[in-house]
């Protein structure tokens, strides 16, 4: 019997936690409209609002600010438009953001200011501060929108936020982070964090694909993006996914009463990373001297393409990323690495290992015997190519 799969791509999706699945199952067998009057109606609206007092308390927001979404995705979308709708002319974002983030800021209409990233990929708060002073200096005729991620998917490394919001609102602006892949995995506070707007994504904490929220501060003005019926107080029309919306409350219960098991993924991350660099010493994790997620780590191994390595563990029967990897399957070096000042070589070749709650110390010591025995043959297979070559 062929061994089992190590899956080691968490920030790509995560497993469905058996809490969300079997809430999703109860959720599927109700069958109610939640805007019915109906006993089945009335069932589904409750299982509804349940989910979204579960994923207010994930970021310590007030339930009625959470807008149900079909996936975070959709949620970036929203405040992006939804700005550009009340008169917002000017969007800036950090060279890092996801296509989520920066595609829908192009697409937006409104002109697009690109904020350099520091070596670590983090936004210096100066920078912020520069961008927004030669706005203001330009009289940008209404509140600009400034969109920065809360942890980059490739590399785990964080920005900071509550700054660069502070920074935001002195200016007058607004300010918008996508925790699609903080959240679950850091406790949050979105007050504290003073963001006007957040995007979570369910399938980044365990719960189903295809399921996400954008939770608005108290007053935050936000339009919708999908017209329709007066579903989720007319901010997000249409009948809603229930399942998925259940499926997100109960992995959004679990990941924040499980927070202290991030203490756990660490020393499985850590104990990774001291093995990779007791085979190769000259291997440098990227972010190992920043604030970073607990599960991410992001280094590349000399001389070897990601893709290559990514595809012999994918046959070796573990899962990792390249931080190339993007939406459309299709290789390529991320714009991650080189905004952080990665020549285009380096840059492609950078891997992703990402831990989720399913992980324990038997796939660290896989991952390292797989990883360890591919670059062993990938080195000689190289040498001996470059052997034949000479003769
Ligand atoms: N933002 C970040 C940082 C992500 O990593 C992802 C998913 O990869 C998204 C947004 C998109 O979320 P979803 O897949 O729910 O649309």
Known sequence: MASARIYLDNNATMPLRPQARRAMIDALDTGGNASSVCEEGRLARQMIEKARRQVARLVNAAPAEVIFSSCGTEANNQVIFS??????KHILVSAVEHPAVLNVARASGAEVHVLAVDGDGRVQPATLSTALEELDAAKAPSPVLVSIMLANNETGILQPVAELARITHAHGGLFH????????????DMPALGVDFLSLSAHKIGGPQGSGALITAPLAKIEPLILGGGQERSRRAGTENLSGIV??????????????????????????????QALDSSITIRGKNVERLDNTSF?????????????????DGIAISAGSACSSGKAGTSYVPVAMGYDETAAAS???????????????ERFIEGYGAAVKRMRGQNSAGSAAQED
């Open 299 to 315: 280094f590349a191994t000399p001389g070897i393409r990601a893709e290559t390595l990514v595809i012999a563990l994918d046959l």
């Open 350 to 364: 950078m891997i992703r290992v990402s831990f989720g709650w399913q992980n324990s110390h038997d796939d660290v």
């Open 177 to 188: 982070t996508d925790a699609v892949q903080g959240a679950g995995k850091l406790a949050l």
């Open 247 to 276: 499926g997100f409350g109960a992995a959004a219960q679990v990941a924040h009463e499980e927070l202290q098991d991030m203490s756990r993924i660490k020393g499985l991350r850590d104990l990774l990373e001291d093995k990779i």
């Open 83 to 88: 700005a550009v709708t009340n008169g917002t």
